[in-house]
């Protein structure tokens, strides 16, 4: 059974620092691109950032570029969202996603909330 798990989420200030982690299990996700999405409370899911397969590409979303930065460890079927000078538009449930062609795995998410 294939899961995507996420943790690091919590309650950090304006300014500070998390580290989300997603553990990919079931099966190997050598040739998925991987990555994170999020929802803010009343608004639709957004794409956040993505890294390919071989991990030598990602993408992110304009809103966070030069402040979040995504990176997978293909040997743990890892993929992390290290998240800096958050705001507080950055609160969201964040979610973890894996995709190949038409095949797309979500995990249940966790809780970013900044305070200002």
């Known amino acids: 059974q294939v899961q995507l798990a996420e943790s690091g989420g919590g309650l950090v200030q304006a300014g500070g620092s998390l580290r989300l982690s997603c553990l990919a299990s079931g099966r190997t996700f050598n040739d998925y691109t991987l990555g994170w999405f999020r929802q803010a409370p009343g608004k639709e899911r957004e794409f956040v950032a993505a890294i390919g397969w071989s991990g030598g590409s ?24 290290q998240m800096n000078s958050l705001k507080p538009e950055d609160t969201a449930v964040y979610y973890c996603s894996a995709v190949k062609g038409w095949i797309h795995y979500w995990g ?7 305070s200002s």
């Open 58 to 81: 990602t993408y992110y979303a304009d809103s966070v570029k030069g402040r979040f930065t995504v990176s997978r460890d293909t040997a743990k079927n890892m993929v992390y969202l």
């Open 108 to 114: 249940k998410g966790t809780l970013v909330t900044v």
